[in-house]
Protein backbone atom coordinates (compact mmCIF):
# COMPACT_ATOMS: atom_id res chain seq x y z
CA UNK A 1 0.00 0.00 0.00
CA UNK A 2 1.55 3.27 -0.77
CA UNK A 3 0.98 6.07 1.93
CA UNK A 4 1.14 10.12 1.44
CA UNK A 5 2.25 11.76 5.07
CA UNK A 6 2.13 15.58 4.12
CA UNK A 7 2.75 17.84 7.41
CA UNK A 8 2.54 20.82 8.32
CA UNK A 9 5.87 22.33 10.03
CA UNK A 10 5.83 25.38 12.57
CA UNK A 11 3.64 24.23 15.51
CA UNK A 12 2.97 20.83 14.05
CA UNK A 13 6.22 19.12 13.29
CA UNK A 14 8.57 21.64 15.33
CA UNK A 15 7.79 24.04 17.35
CA UNK A 16 9.40 27.46 18.95
CA UNK A 17 12.42 27.75 21.35
CA UNK A 18 9.52 29.60 23.23
CA UNK A 19 8.02 25.96 24.74
CA UNK A 20 11.63 23.87 23.83
CA UNK A 21 11.89 21.41 26.48
CA UNK A 22 15.05 20.01 28.41
CA UNK A 23 16.51 17.56 25.81
CA UNK A 24 14.65 19.25 22.76
CA UNK A 25 16.89 19.01 19.51
CA UNK A 26 17.97 22.37 17.56
CA UNK A 27 16.44 22.39 14.00
CA UNK A 28 16.85 26.34 12.80
CA UNK A 29 18.98 28.87 13.85
CA UNK A 30 17.81 32.42 13.06
CA UNK A 31 20.11 35.09 13.44
CA UNK A 32 22.58 33.21 15.29
CA UNK A 33 19.80 32.23 17.72
CA UNK A 34 18.10 28.83 18.00
CA UNK A 35 14.89 28.92 16.84
CA UNK A 36 13.13 25.71 16.57
CA UNK A 37 13.33 22.39 17.76
CA UNK A 38 12.10 18.84 17.36
CA UNK A 39 11.97 16.44 20.10
CA UNK A 40 14.49 13.11 20.08
CA UNK A 41 11.18 10.96 20.29
CA UNK A 42 9.41 13.23 17.39
CA UNK A 43 12.52 13.13 15.34
CA UNK A 44 13.08 9.21 15.98
CA UNK A 45 8.94 7.98 14.74
CA UNK A 46 9.81 10.45 11.94
CA UNK A 47 12.83 8.59 10.39
CA UNK A 48 11.38 5.47 10.97
CA UNK A 49 7.88 6.69 9.26
CA UNK A 50 9.49 8.23 6.27
CA UNK A 51 11.56 4.73 5.72
CA UNK A 52 8.42 2.87 4.71
CA UNK A 53 6.24 5.69 3.51
CA UNK A 54 5.93 9.21 1.40
CA UNK A 55 6.72 12.62 3.59
CA UNK A 56 6.27 15.45 2.25
CA UNK A 57 6.14 18.62 4.36
CA UNK A 58 4.10 21.71 3.05
CA UNK A 59 4.38 24.94 4.80
CA UNK A 60 3.98 28.47 4.55
CA UNK A 61 7.78 29.34 5.40
CA UNK A 62 9.25 30.80 1.81
CA UNK A 63 11.86 28.83 0.06
CA UNK A 64 14.97 30.27 2.48
CA UNK A 65 12.72 30.19 5.61
CA UNK A 66 12.66 26.00 4.55
CA UNK A 67 15.97 26.13 3.96
CA UNK A 68 17.32 27.52 7.43
CA UNK A 69 16.03 23.87 8.84
CA UNK A 70 18.44 21.60 9.38
CA UNK A 71 17.61 17.60 10.09
CA UNK A 72 20.11 15.33 10.73
CA UNK A 73 23.24 13.88 9.01
CA UNK A 74 21.06 10.59 8.30
CA UNK A 75 17.61 12.56 7.40
CA UNK A 76 16.50 14.76 5.44
CA UNK A 77 12.89 15.05 2.99
CA UNK A 78 13.41 14.22 -0.34
CA UNK A 79 10.51 16.45 -1.58
CA UNK A 80 8.86 19.76 0.02
CA UNK A 81 6.59 21.85 -0.69
CA UNK A 82 6.84 25.58 0.53
CA UNK A 83 5.00 28.97 -0.20
CA UNK A 84 1.84 27.52 0.73
CA UNK A 85 2.38 25.30 -2.68
CA UNK A 86 3.34 27.97 -4.81
CA UNK A 87 6.84 25.51 -5.55
CA UNK A 88 7.87 21.72 -4.58
CA UNK A 89 11.53 21.32 -3.63
CA UNK A 90 12.68 18.18 -5.36
CA UNK A 91 16.27 17.25 -3.35
CA UNK A 92 18.45 20.32 -4.95
CA UNK A 93 15.54 21.72 -7.05
CA UNK A 94 13.05 24.14 -6.92
CA UNK A 95 10.42 23.64 -9.20
CA UNK A 96 6.91 25.85 -9.85
CA UNK A 97 4.13 23.86 -8.24
CA UNK A 98 0.70 25.92 -8.04
CA UNK A 99 2.50 29.21 -8.60
CA UNK A 100 1.13 29.36 -12.39
CA UNK A 101 -1.93 31.02 -10.95
CA UNK A 102 -0.20 34.19 -9.45
CA UNK A 103 -0.29 35.91 -12.60
CA UNK A 104 0.26 39.18 -13.78
CA UNK A 105 -3.33 40.45 -12.11
CA UNK A 106 -2.68 39.03 -9.20
CA UNK A 107 0.95 40.25 -9.17
CA UNK A 108 0.01 43.69 -9.35
CA UNK A 109 -3.00 43.16 -6.81
CA UNK A 110 -0.11 41.77 -4.21
CA UNK A 111 2.15 44.94 -4.96
CA UNK A 112 -0.68 47.40 -4.34
CA UNK A 113 -1.62 45.42 -1.16
CA UNK A 114 2.01 46.05 -0.05
CA UNK A 115 2.28 49.23 -0.71
CA UNK A 116 -0.98 50.26 0.92
CA UNK A 117 -0.02 48.19 4.26
CA UNK A 118 3.63 48.96 4.47
CA UNK A 119 2.86 52.35 5.82
CA UNK A 120 0.32 51.30 7.89
CA UNK A 121 1.28 51.41 11.61
CA UNK A 122 -0.74 48.49 12.68
CA UNK A 123 1.55 46.03 11.03
CA UNK A 124 5.53 46.02 11.80
CA UNK A 125 6.05 43.92 8.87
CA UNK A 126 4.73 43.99 5.10
CA UNK A 127 6.36 41.59 2.91
CA UNK A 128 5.63 39.81 -0.43
CA UNK A 129 6.59 36.29 0.35
CA UNK A 130 8.06 34.44 -2.83
CA UNK A 131 6.21 36.51 -5.66
CA UNK A 132 3.15 34.22 -4.21
CA UNK A 133 0.82 36.07 -1.18
CA UNK A 134 1.74 38.88 1.55
CA UNK A 135 2.60 38.53 4.86
CA UNK A 136 1.98 41.07 7.71
CA UNK A 137 2.26 41.25 11.48
CA UNK A 138 -0.19 42.90 12.97
CA UNK A 139 1.59 45.32 16.82
CA UNK A 140 1.16 43.13 19.79
CA UNK A 141 -1.53 45.07 21.14
CA UNK A 142 -3.99 44.58 18.40
CA UNK A 143 -5.96 41.31 17.49
CA UNK A 144 -5.06 40.10 14.36
CA UNK A 145 -8.88 38.35 13.53
CA UNK A 146 -10.28 41.69 14.75
CA UNK A 147 -8.45 43.26 11.07
CA UNK A 148 -10.23 43.38 7.85
CA UNK A 149 -9.10 43.86 4.49
CA UNK A 150 -10.73 45.55 1.48
CA UNK A 151 -9.15 42.54 -1.22
CA UNK A 152 -10.38 39.35 -2.74
CA UNK A 153 -7.67 37.71 -1.83
CA UNK A 154 -7.88 35.14 1.60
CA UNK A 155 -6.82 36.59 4.77
CA UNK A 156 -5.75 34.15 7.26
CA UNK A 157 -4.51 34.28 10.98
CA UNK A 158 -2.09 32.76 12.94
CA UNK A 159 -1.44 34.79 16.48
CA UNK A 160 -0.09 38.27 15.36
CA UNK A 161 0.43 36.70 11.54
CA UNK A 162 -1.67 37.51 8.67
CA UNK A 163 -1.61 35.66 5.52
CA UNK A 164 -3.25 37.08 1.80
CA UNK A 165 -3.13 34.38 -0.47
CA UNK A 166 -4.49 34.55 -3.55
CA UNK A 167 -7.77 32.20 -4.53
CA UNK A 168 -6.20 28.48 -5.22
CA UNK A 169 -3.34 28.77 -3.42
CA UNK A 170 -3.78 26.72 -0.70
CA UNK A 171 -2.57 23.80 1.06
CA UNK A 172 -5.08 21.80 -0.22
CA UNK A 173 -5.36 22.42 -3.88
CA UNK A 174 -1.28 21.54 -2.81
CA UNK A 175 -2.26 18.24 -1.39
CA UNK A 176 -4.17 17.26 -4.66
CA UNK A 177 -1.41 18.00 -6.58
CA UNK A 178 1.48 15.71 -4.52
CA UNK A 179 -2.00 12.98 -4.78
CA UNK A 180 -1.68 13.32 -8.28
CA UNK A 181 2.26 13.05 -8.68
CA UNK A 182 2.08 9.65 -6.18
CA UNK A 183 -1.05 7.95 -6.52
CA UNK A 184 -1.61 7.03 -3.00
CA UNK A 185 -4.18 4.78 -1.37
CA UNK A 186 -3.99 6.40 1.73
CA UNK A 187 -3.00 10.02 3.03
CA UNK A 188 -2.51 10.98 6.71
CA UNK A 189 -2.39 14.74 7.21
CA UNK A 190 -1.40 17.17 10.42
CA UNK A 191 -1.43 20.65 11.36
CA UNK A 192 -2.16 23.02 13.70
CA UNK A 193 -4.03 25.88 12.55
CA UNK A 194 -6.69 27.24 9.88
CA UNK A 195 -4.32 27.49 6.76
CA UNK A 196 -3.64 23.44 7.11
CA UNK A 197 -7.53 23.31 7.48
CA UNK A 198 -7.89 22.87 3.50
CA UNK A 199 -5.41 19.94 3.46
CA UNK A 200 -6.50 18.37 6.51
CA UNK A 201 -10.12 17.89 5.01
CA UNK A 202 -8.78 16.04 2.28
CA UNK A 203 -6.80 13.39 4.53
CA UNK A 204 -7.81 9.91 5.42
CA UNK A 205 -6.63 10.63 8.43
CA UNK A 206 -6.23 14.39 10.03
CA UNK A 207 -4.24 14.90 13.09
CA UNK A 208 -5.07 18.54 14.67
CA UNK A 209 -4.75 19.96 18.49
CA UNK A 210 -8.27 21.07 18.69
CA UNK A 211 -11.51 19.53 18.43
CA UNK A 212 -13.26 19.73 14.61
CA UNK A 213 -15.97 18.34 12.96
CA UNK A 214 -15.53 15.75 10.20
CA UNK A 215 -15.12 11.90 10.67
CA UNK A 216 -11.33 11.79 9.40
CA UNK A 217 -10.21 14.42 12.42
CA UNK A 218 -7.88 12.82 15.58
CA UNK A 219 -7.72 15.46 18.10
CA UNK A 220 -4.47 15.42 19.64
CA UNK A 221 -2.53 17.65 22.43
CA UNK A 222 -0.68 21.03 20.90
CA UNK A 223 3.11 21.53 20.28
CA UNK A 224 5.23 20.38 21.74
CA UNK A 225 3.69 16.51 22.22
CA UNK A 226 1.56 16.88 19.41
CA UNK A 227 4.09 15.51 16.93
CA UNK A 228 5.01 13.01 19.42
CA UNK A 229 1.26 11.88 19.84
CA UNK A 230 0.34 11.98 15.69
CA UNK A 231 3.85 10.10 14.94
CA UNK A 232 3.11 7.54 17.29
CA UNK A 233 0.10 7.07 16.06
CA UNK A 234 0.57 6.89 12.41
CA UNK A 235 3.18 4.41 13.55
CA UNK A 236 1.04 2.26 14.94
CA UNK A 237 -1.32 2.13 12.06
CA UNK A 238 1.51 1.38 9.77
CA UNK A 239 2.08 -1.63 12.34
CA UNK A 240 -1.97 -2.57 11.63
CA UNK A 241 -1.77 -1.73 7.72
CA UNK A 242 1.14 -4.31 6.75
Known amino acids: MKILFA ?3 DGTLIHSHKIRRDGDICVELYD ?3 QSFI ?3 ALDLLKKISAQIIFVPIT ?3 IAQYHRIFWTEDFSPKVAVVANGSYILVGERCENFL ?3 VDEKISAELENLREKYSTDDRFDICRIVDESFLFLRCRDDLDAEKISFDTKFIAQHTGKKI ?8 KGAALKKLAEKFSPDKIFCAGDSEIDLPMLELA ?3 FFPKKFGGKNFVTCSSAPTFAEEFLQQISEQLLWLK
Open 163 to 170: YLFPDGLN
Open 39 to 41: SPR
Open 60 to 62: TRS
Open 32 to 34: GHE
Open 99 to 101: REI
Open 7 to 9: CDL
Open 204 to 206: DVA
